[in-house]
């Protein structure tokens, strides 16, 4: 009993699994590597409507209230997937009929913003579904 893990037993699984995970982890690395410059879709922010859209998500704090891609705060529904969930007339409609006034919901302000600056925005919401998250957030709607 006491021969059947011996010391160098131990060693070689200590050895061993430090070699395996280190060549995983370099193989994990490099196929991250790989695949990032296809995800990476910043060049776009260089459109200027889209560049407009993010400028108006930051001046008018929808962050504040509602998540992108998960990140935010949960007042409100996610809109990173919205443009896929609701198209980008119904984005323009709602932002434009705020707030309800609907009794026991939630309410969004009107931020009176142009027809210009609606379409901007929905460019950016259009944009932001865009990016490959791998799915997150799990639950659309945040
Ligand atoms: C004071 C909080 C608040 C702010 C700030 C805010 N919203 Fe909202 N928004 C809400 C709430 C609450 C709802 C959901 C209301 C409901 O379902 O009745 C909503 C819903 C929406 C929806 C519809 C989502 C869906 O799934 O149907 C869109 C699109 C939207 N907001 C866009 C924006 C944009 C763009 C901004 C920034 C210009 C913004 N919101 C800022 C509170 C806010």
């Not at 969004?108 to 998250?133: C, G, H, R, W």
């Amino acid at each position: 009993m006491s021969s059947a893990f011996s010391t160098s037993t131990a060693r070689n699984i200590f050895f061993g699994g430090t070699v395996f995970f280190f060549l995983m982890f370099l193989a994990l690395t490099f196929d991250t590597q790989q695949q990032l410059p296809q995800r990476d879709q910043r060049a776009q922010l260089s459109n200027p409507q889209i560049a407009a859209g993010k400028k108006l998500w930051e001046v008018n704090n929808c962050i504040g209230c509602h998540t992108l891609m998960g990140e935010g705060a949960y007042f409100a529904p996610e809109l990173g997937n919205v443009y896929k969930r609701r198209g980008p007339e119904f984005i323009k409609a709602w932002i434009q009929a705020q707030p309800t006034g609907a009794p026991g919901r939630r309410q969004m302000p009107q931020f009176n913003l142009s027809d210009k600056d609606i379409d901007d925005l929905v460019a950016f919401l259009k944009y932001a579904s865009e990016i490959n998250t791998a799915n997150w957030p799990p639950n659309i709607e945040g």
